[in-house]
């Protein structure tokens, strides 16, 4: 038995779907803490030629958990312009 445990990010990899392909259980593990300077709230998107950073900016408290993170869904509308 294969079991997979990874922490949730904005925008996941695609590796991430094989990952989960792959297993015969998966865990998000969204209890762990909220880490100010891991990409849990930011991710780089490749365009031809660069890279743009999309960053949702969030308001975390000290030892706070991933899955009770809050972000500004205006900002998140703007991420999805900027994919499409």
């Given at each position: 038995?294969?079991?997979?445990?990874h922490?949730?990010?904005?925008?996941?990899?695609?590796?991430?779907?094989?990952?989960?392909?792959?297993?015969?259980?998966?865990?998000?593990?969204?209890?762990?803490?909220?880490?100010?300077?891991?990409?849990?709230?930011?991710?780089?998107?490749?365009w031809?030629?660069?890279?743009?950073?999309?960053?949702?900016?969030?308001?975390?408290?000290?030892?706070?958990?991933?899955?009770?993170?809050?972000?500004?869904?205006?900002?998140?509308?703007?991420?999805?312009?900027?994919?499409?």
């Amino acid at each position: 038995m294969i079991c997979s445990i990874h922490q949730p990010n904005y925008i996941p990899y695609l590796w991430l779907f094989n990952k989960i392909k792959q297993s015969d259980v998966f865990v998000f593990y969204d209890i762990a803490q909220y880490t100010k300077w891991d990409y849990h709230n930011r991710n780089k998107i490749k365009w031809s030629n660069w890279e743009i950073l999309l960053s949702l900016p969030v308001s975390v408290n000290l030892w706070q958990e991933i899955k009770d993170v809050k972000f500004d869904n205006k900002v998140l509308k703007k991420h999805i312009q900027t994919i499409e």
